[in-house]
């Protein structure tokens, strides 16, 4: 009798956390509703208030993984493909594991869809592309609000370096006044209790602390520049002060890399803003430490990170191509460049345990890959590959009578949704103004988005973005080495060899589709992943 059982998947990410779209119960529902019409049990698994982005940081998706490849399990169930994944490349490499196993995967708001056939492999990709370019479109938005935040109104945006809080009213950074209890007898230390924000008597034997004390104690040791990442560490601990983990109220012991990532805020803590290229710029929350304390901090780390070695005599270092993305197709190890006295080689970044793999020289493996790129700017190669894409976006956009209307209305919406942040950003409407009809927006425009596989418009990116990779790549043959690795590194993400030749690629995801003619290759051994 074949297994009955699907494993569900049910995901709201932090944007969608206190909005109903996406709500778990209306996706825990559907699935329950459609295993119960075709005779399957469900064992459901769930990730609320996590994006999607990175896989790892799932445990409900880990979870629902491990479980696969039982034999009882007849495949996965969700309620729409970005449940799963908001990547192309990932979306298509699940659904490729789920064929050769022979498991299911089913969509409740695809009714119909049979992804194991080519028009549903098709509809399934046209579907993995939007998504993937709404939530392109929406990093875009974010990090429109996020510059505005921080060079119009000034204020920090993220979450709060150790050591302080939010103001309320302000929104900008202040000293913290979060506390714990420690012991000086016995080393151990308390949380303080939640409800209190004015520290009550300790208990008996242990004394309040302040983590901005800490803070402070940190800075004023590694300020004399006599002290490692480990050594101010160690002081701290056996001293009495700590640290808080994601709560920003339980304590824990320092370790060297918290020394680091807390020295390197230096700048915020001096009231600037310490990530942007024009250097420093002064931010809207007052100092958190002295201002020459800080200096002293920022001038330590670099003496303490000056190279005392004599370096190789001047002479500039010799950029390997690529060096991050080679690795062995027979033991899997990665391969990173090193010059020997015949010559410059890839070698395997670590030992070798026996592979028989040989290491490749340099320059002809470099070369060969330029001239597999310099293959894709073939005026005949090119036009194939727009025209291919072309095809799919135009199927996709003339695949229901009502598609042209149903996007047009989508794009109206989305432009109502930007004008609607835009007058949140300059506050001339109230956040629960805002918040309401930014909900009513988002449930519309997820309608609109599952009537239409892809918005008008789209296929003219295919032109843009053709002409950008044929920009680069003629500059590839001219280009310094430093310039040629950049572009190089911009369309492959791996590159697999075997008996010191090119045996796979792994294209970057916007530059998939350019690989996918590698046919007209000189080499058709070539195999892209």
Avoid at 164 to 177: F, G, K, Q, V
């Amino acid at each position: 009798m074949p297994p009955k059982t699907l494993l569900g998947y049910t995901r709201r990410s932090v944007i969608e956390a206190d909005r109903n779209t996406h709500s778990p119960e209306r996706q825990r529902a559907s699935m329950n509703e459609w295993a119960a019409a075709h005779g399957y049990q469900i064992e459901h698994y769930q990730d609320l208030g996590i994006s999607g982005k990175k896989e790892a940081n799932r445990p409900g998706w880990q979870s629902l993984i491990a479980r696969l490849d039982d034999p009882d399990v007849a495949g996965v169930i969700t309620e729409s493909l970005d449940r799963l994944h908001r990547n192309v490349a990932r979306s298509s490499d699940f659904r490729e594991r789920l064929e050769g196993q022979g498991k299911e995967i089913i969509f409740t708001n695809m009714p119909g869809v049979d992804a194991s056939s080519a028009a549903g492999k098709m509809f399934l990709n046209i579907h993995a592309v939007v998504d993937q370019y709404w939530t392109d479109i929406t990093s875009e938005k974010m990090r429109a609000s996020v510059h505005h935040v921080r060079m119009v109104n000034q204020r920090h945006w993220g979450k709060c370096p150790f050591g302080s809080d939010r103001d309320p009213e302000t929104l900008h950074l202040i000293p913290s006044t979060r506390f714990y209890y420690y012991n000086p007898a016995t080393d151990e230390t308390r949380a303080r209790p939640i409800t209190a924000d004015e520290p009550p008597a300790p208990p008996p034997g242990f004394e309040t602390r302040y983590f901005y004390d800490s803070l402070t104690a940190l800075y004023q040791l590694y300020a004399t520049a006599q002290y490692s990442y480990g050594d101010v560490a160690q002081i701290l601990n056996l001293s009495g002060w700590r640290i808080w983990i994601k709560d920003c109220n339980t304590p824990r012991l320092w370790t060297f890399k918290d020394i680091e990532i807390v020295t390197r805020r230096a700048e915020t803590y001096a009231g600037k803003f310490n990530r942007s290229a024009a250097g420093p710029l002064p931010a809207g929350h007052k100092p958190i430490l002295p201002i020459e304390l800080c200096e002293a901090v920022v001038a330590a780390r670099q003496i303490r990170s000056t190279v005392r070695s004599p370096g190789n005599k001047g002479r500039p270092a010799y950029t390997y191509l690529l060096s991050g993305i080679l690795s062995c197709g027979t033991c899997g190890s990665g391969l990173g460049g090193q010059k020997a006295a015949a010559g410059y080689y890839y070698r395997h970044t670590y030992y070798k345990n026996g592979c028989p793999e040989k290491s490749p020289k340099v320059h002809p493996l470099e070369s060969r890959v330029i001239e597999l790129l310099l293959g894709i700017v073939k005026r005949d190669l090119l036009s194939e590959v727009k025209a291919e894409l072309k095809a799919i976006l135009e199927m996709a956009r003339t695949a229901g009578s009502e598609g042209e209307s149903v996007a047009a209305k989508l794009l109206d919406k989305e432009a109502e949704l930007d004008r609607l942040i835009g007058l949140h950003i300059k506050g001339r409407i109230s956040f629960e103004r805002f918040d309401r009809m930014e909900r009513e927006l988002q449930e519309e425009i997820a309608g609109l988005k599952r009537q239409t596989a892809i918005a008008p418009g789209v296929a003219a990116d295919v032109d843009r973005l053709a002409k950008e990779v044929v920009n680069n790549i003629d500059r590839l043959s001219e280009a310094g080495r430093e310039q040629q690795k950049i572009i190089i590194r911009s369309m492959i993400e791996r590159i697999q060899i075997s008996n010191q030749a090119i045996s796979s690629i792994k294209p970057t995801v916007w530059a998939r589709p350019f690989f996918e003619f590698c046919g007209h290759f000189p080499s058709r051994q070539l195999v892209v992943q």
